[in-house]
């Protein structure tokens, strides 16, 4: 069992940046491919940013060249840098692990662009 905990989330003003972090459990760490996705009312969990065990990194077109997705193996911990956020951007962040055959959830971090 996998455990997740996301940090980091906030209100922002359009244009500003947001550092989201994941801390996650086990000594397996750096065999986990990680990945953030996002979630707007009533619609469907999109992936935001992936990350693998040896770093390659996949991102939505709609983040790309705004986000940065990386992970300190040392730390057990996957971040998200966000800048030029827009109000688009608003909605809740979550955390995923995959290792083996499953599949770990954060319970997610609100981050809100507003002015």
């Known amino acids: 069992q996998v455990q997740l905990v996301e940090s980091g989330g906030g209100l922002v003003q359009p244009g500003g940046s947001l550092k989201l972090s994941c801390a996650a459990s086990?000594?397996?760490?750096?065999?986990?491919?990680m990945g953030w996705y996002r979630q707007a009312p009533g619609k469907q969990r999109e992936l935001v940013a992936a990350?693998?065990?040896?770093?390659?990194?996949n991102y939505a077109d709609s983040v790309k060249g705004r986000y940065t997705i990386s992970r300190d193996n040392a730390k057990n911990t996957v971040y998200l840098q966000m800048n030029s956020l827009k109000p688009e951007d608003t909605t809740v962040y979550y955390c995923?692990?995959?290792?083996?055959?499953?599949?770990?959830w954060g319970q997610g971090t609100q981050v809100t662009v507003s002015s």
């Open positions: 990350i693998t065990s040896i770093g390659s990194t």
């Open positions: 995923k692990a995959r290792y083996g055959r499953g599949d770990y």
């Open positions: 086990g000594s397996m760490f750096r065999l986990y491919a």
